[in-house]
């Protein structure tokens, strides 16, 4: 495990107040390219991430293209974008064989535009689906899941490099069941496999992931259910790349580091890769004032981030959006759930300011 150094720590005040009153040095220019300097000095995040052969990525959305520092440090700092909602049922198929790939585009046009790779998230997931599937029996719902998988895979097929073809379908708790609560638990366990078989047939090219959320750690009830879910699929046959550890972190609860690494090994040697696909880290529950939350913020980031680089076989790291002026957690129905916010849990102030955990997680990427 390591942290940020302390002179870094120290020093890092002061570079910031420095930039709160002196814009970065970005341009507005609609695309960047690879080659851009980071924004304070040194290279931009995926500049080091090209040195070490890994994917940055970031959450993004095109609701936000009309501000054009989102697009300049969007295409300088990245190489990689997972869609926020735009590729999610509700909002491609929102009625019933009545497709709407418009916003999905619009990002997989940044993406070529800047030279980036897509994560196409999510074909199936119980939540952002459309009222009309909860009254589908059984039957009619499994084919209208595939119906699905088919025409939003085929309609991206060479475009996106991955899919999370299955997303969140582990209950919380102790439990380590599948989802009860999920409109598609009426199929039976065997609609993760055949969610993965068409998602191959549509486009045999994608890697193909599990996404989920708090299973970083092995010893949990999600991680080891997770682990036998997905080891009982690779052992099926069923064409499955890897898992998305989410990483939604709670620096409450934070995961044990030595317990990520061994999870990321176990699944590694089940022959998938894994990766970081959803990181951020809420401060408002961290205690102090705000240059010790920003800190101890940067110090999660180089910390958690660091598992993940010194694990073979894990890929990259994408954040769940990358400024602080366009997270989940800015909506009080999901920030409730990590405390008293403002959270802040990502790289960039709402002025698109670099802020220490820019530089931890660019010190890690290059450190490691
Ligand atoms: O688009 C409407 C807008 O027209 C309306 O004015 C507004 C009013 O609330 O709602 C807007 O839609 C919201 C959408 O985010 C865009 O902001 C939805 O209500 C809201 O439910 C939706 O939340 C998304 C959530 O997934 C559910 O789909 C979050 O943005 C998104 O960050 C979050 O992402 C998930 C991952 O997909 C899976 N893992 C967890 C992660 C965080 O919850």
Redesign the pocket.
Known sequence: MSSVPRLLLFTLPIVFAACASTPPAVSDAASVGADAQGPVGGPSLREAAAAKGLLVGA?LSPSHFGEPLYKTVAGREFNALTP??EM?WVNTEPQRGRFAFGPGDALVQFARDNDMKVRG??LVWY??IPSYLEALPADELRTAMLDHIKAVATHWKGQVYAWDVV??AIEDGSSGMLRRTSVFAKLGPSYLDEAFRAAHEADPEALLFYND?DGEAAGSAKSEAIFALVKRLKESGVPISGVGL?S?LDPRRLPDYAAVKRNMERLVSLGLTVNIS?LDVPVGAIDGDMATKLGRQAEIYDSFVGTCLQTTGCTGVTL?GFTDKHS?LN?PE?AQYRGTGPHMPLLFDDAYNPKPSYVSLRTAIARN
């Open positions: 959450a926020e909602n999610k998230h999510a939540q952002a997303n969140e959320y989410q939604h959803e769940w989940w909506i999901f």
